[in-house]
């Protein structure tokens, strides 16, 4: 059996030591980079995220993005800049002065800037989802509560119930993405997307093409 | 006499009837055989005796699996200039596919299909998809006056839309069909076609209640730019002139996880795809909560795709 000197021995313990420190942290190395791997995308912004519902939230680890409108609208005032853009102003610059005017429907003339605004969307008026008194930069729930234009859905949510409840369990709206939520995450569309606050009836369009009959066109049999 | 046997041999001026029948079946023969093998001849510049000789595919080993989807994706970026890779996704365990489509919301556009059509690298002149939209009178589900060929806005006043596409049936009467077992199903639900073993007899596009399977009359046409690069041995890769072919929900992306290109293409938000043995996905949630039914359900076929209204 061979002897070790006591230098010898201590020199193989240091380096089955070393050897045992570097795996273990070529280990650390390689968990801390598969969480970061299925961490949530670093591109999506947590303003711009948001979970839809409860039952979701559960063993995720992408998010489900809904898409979010444009801030408050701005109104193209005819006008153009000497880069010849055309001047669109904010809400607040007429109706801060401009009393509101309640009994205003879709379908009342309003000459002065919304013209040509036609829809049709039950018996709402101007002012039952544009909030008056915060000069229409934001929406106006029914309790009257202000809710910011980015979050339309909630003031949506309210009238469309089903619509709503259909659309936090999947199946309703448009989408992108994953099925599997821990493989990559899923962008859905909001209600505004699809329709038309002011006229929120889909639009009727023209298919696309459909299939080509093999026994009707040219090659085919007679 | 010996030597008269002798010279009976098929010798000018000695031939006897009997020798002279043998000596002309015998060169119709040889003449026919020649005609026969003839297109054997003219095919092996194309066909390989790999391919020939490839195995079914639940019986090729990995090895044996990569130096064929190599060979599919060689020949794909040669044929296209794309960089196409053809990959072999297995189904994910724990997993079986259901889809749902909501018939209130369904407003017949056909970006479905147009969507299935580019994504699964359809052949253009023929503008084939595997999802048939019915324009269908609105008070009851008749096919017979249902029309796949509309060319008209959508929707249209009393009518109703039914995409049909593979309703992957758990019972599925093509695979029952195919003599050699060229299609089967997967265990996550998607019945699958195997391009290499199909031998094009279409005993299950008979046998299929639905339509749902397609026959490659000609090899599939399409622009080299417009193909669709991500394949699948399964799935999207590109077909060979008479074999079948079928809708397996996109198996190339569900199977990394991703939504089926029919879904992601709907605007209306009509379609519900996900795993039927997750309870708290999508279409679990569908399946609880709302009237769902199946097309055909008399059949016995139970199928993974179910419809439902809203009210």
């Known amino acids: ?222 | 006499m010996i030597e008269k046997k002798k010279l009976s041999l098929p010798v000018i001026g000695e031939v006897d009837r009997r020798t002279a029948v043998k000596a002309g079946a015998a060169t119709l023969g040889l003449a026919a055989w020649a005609a026969a093998i003839k297109p054997w001849f003219e095919w092996t510049g194309e066909l390989d005796s790999d391919e020939f000789l490839q195995k079914h595919y639940r019986e090729l080993n990995p090895p044996e699996m990569q130096r064929i989807l190599n060979r599919l994706t060689d020949e794909a970026r040669k044929e296209t200039g794309q960089r196409v890779v053809v990959k072999d996704h297995k189904p994910i365990p724990g997993v079986v596919f259901g889809y749902a489509l909501n018939l209130s919301i369904c407003i017949g556009c056909r970006k479905c299909a147009e969507a299935c059509h580019h994504e699964n690298n359809h052949d253009r002149p023929s503008h084939q998809s595997y999802i048939r939209v019915f324009e269908m009178q609105k008070g009851g589900i008749d096919f017979e006056k249902g029309d796949a060929t509309y060319k008209h806005p959508v929707p249209a006043k009393d009518k109703y839309y039914m995409p049909v596409q593979c309703q992957q049936c758990e019972n599925a009467p093509c695979v029952k069909a195919c003599p050699i077992e060229a299609t089967w199903q997967e265990p996550d639900g998607v019945v699958v076609v195997d391009y290499n073993w199909c031998i094009g007899c279409r005993y299950c596009e008979a046998a299929c209640p639905y339509h749902a399977r397609r026959f490659n009359w000609s090899k599939p046409e399409i622009p080299p730019e417009e193909v669709n690069p991500n394949q699948s041995y399964l799935s999207n890769r590109a077909r060979p002139q008479g074999v079948m072919e079928k809708c397996t929900f996109c198996l190339h992306r569900t199977r990394e996880g991703r939504m089926p290109a029919c879904l992601e293409a709907c605007p209306t938000g009509a379609r519900v795809f996900g795993n039927l043995l997750d309870p708290d996905s999508e279409i679990r949630w569908v399946l609880d909560n709302k009237r769902v039914f199946v097309l055909k359900e008399e059949l016995g076929t139970k199928p993974r795709f179910y419809y439902f209204f809203d009210k």
């Open chain 1, 1 to 222: 059996m061979p002897c070790f000197s006591n230098t010898a021995r201590s020199n193989a313990c240091k380096r089955r030591l070393a050897i045992l420190v570097a795996a273990i942290a070529v280990m650390c190395a390689g968990t801390a980079q598969l969480t970061t791997g299925c961490a949530p995308n670093p591109h999506t912004s947590p303003e711009e995220s948001g979970t839809i519902s409860s039952d979701e939230s559960k063993k995720e680890s992408f998010p489900v993005t809904i898409r979010k409108p444009a801030g408050p609208p701005t109104i193209k005032t005819g006008a153009l800049d000497e880069k010849g853009n055309p001047i669109a102003i904010a809400c607040a610059t007429c109706h801060t002065t401009k009393p509101a005017n309640a009994e205003a429907k879709l379908g009342t003339p309003l000459p002065l800037f919304h013209q040509g605004l036609v829809g049709k969307h039950g018996n709402l008026s101007c002012v039952s989802c544009h909030n008056a008194a915060e000069g229409y930069g934001s929406l106006r729930l029914a309790d009257g509560k202000s809710v910011p234009y980015t979050e339309v859905m909630t003031l949506c949510a309210q009238c469309h119930g089903p619509q709503f409840r259909d659309y936090q369990h999947g199946a309703h709206g448009g989408m992108t993405g994953h099925w599997d939520l821990t493989k990559g995450g899923r962008v859905r569309n909001n209600c505004v997307d699809c329709h038309d606050p002011h006229a929120p009836k889909y639009p009727t369009v023209m298919p696309a093409q459909g299939p080509n009959d093999r026994f009707l066109n040219k090659g085919g049999h007679d």
